[in-house]
């Protein structure tokens, strides 16, 4: 019986579940090439190829700044491609509580920073097979960099790198 001299007591109480979904199946799926991360992998490959290439070819490959620049394509190269591995036979997905968004984040913003430099001092080289390196080098930066933002937003809104997170929220209101 409430007592009409004083107002209800309203307590609110909010539940947050979240359900993860994941396969602990290592299986092959091409369908991740198709995706944008996917193709930002494809990419960051290729252009990481194509710059260690242009600095090899070169008369000078042996130069502080074409060692330091390969050193920088030849990381990415196989940090990206073991990466781009991983997520086509979902063993990123097996091993899913590892903060693998995270440790991709890091990486990609590190590898802007790292290719900024690089590619700056490939340019100031004057060298032909230096400035076109410079340029692959720079389509490189602004490829991790993106890869960096999108990874940020995924960590943002709470996904995980493979499987499927659903959060709920309920919220109760009761009147004593």
Wanted: a neutral charge; aromatic letters at 16%.
């Amino acid at each position: 019986m409430t007592d009409p001299g004083f107002p209800a007591q309203h307590t609110t109480a909010t539940m947050t579940t979240t359900e993860t979904h994941v396969s602990p199946q290592v299986r092959y799926d091409p369908t991740y090439v198709r995706t944008v991360p996917g193709i930002l992998k494809i990419v960051c490959i290729i252009l990481n190829l194509i710059g260690f290439i242009c600095i090899e070819v070169s008369a000078f490959s042996y130069h502080s700044r074409g060692s330091f620049f390969n050193s920088v394509a030849m990381t990415g190269f196989w940090f990206t491609g073991i990466m781009l591995l991983l997520y086509i036979f979902h063993v990123l997905e097996k091993f899913w509580r590892l903060p693998w968004l995270h440790i991709e984040l890091v990486f990609c913003a590190i590898w802007t920073l790292l290719y900024a430099l690089a590619a700056g001092l490939a340019a100031a080289m004057g060298l032909e097979a230096y400035t076109a390196a410079a340029f692959f080098g720079f389509c490189a930066m602004v490829a991790y960099g993106y890869d960096a933002f999108l990874k940020y937003k995924a960590i943002q809104t709470g996904q995980i790198a493979q499987g499927t997170r659903q959060q709920t929220t309920v919220q109760q209101t009761v009147t004593a």
